[in-house]
């Protein structure tokens, strides 16, 4: 849980982010669209405030088009919780901070 925005690939996310021993909030995501950049700066306000407890992972899904269907992702942003190796929370479209706060911090 380092405190920053991680960015993971087909090839380490179920490494860093399904294997993780702690909550991991796995953000799947694209350069191109203007709400996942929107979401970025919450994203990091995030991983600052919530260091020592949560990881922050980012998914680019034209980089990494293996791991979105695995997950039914249909739609970005989706933000799912990560917790034991299973999906515990999800979220999908605009989200304010209050929102991904919200999202997380019962699994935490």
Known sequence: MSGTVVDVTDADFEAKVVKATGPVLAVFRAEWSGVCRALDPILADVAQQ???????????????????????????????????????????????????????????
């Not at 407890?53 to 992702?73: E, M, W």
């Open 50 to 108: 919530y260091a020592d407890r949560l990881t922050i992972a980012r998914l680019d899904i034209d980089r990494s088009p293996q791991t979105p269907p695995k997950y039914n992702v249909t739609a970005i942003p989706t933000l799912y919780v990560f917790k034991g190796g299973s999906i515990a929370a999800t979220r999908i479209g605009p989200s304010t901070k209050n929102d991904v706060v919200r999202l997380m911090t019962s699994h935490l």
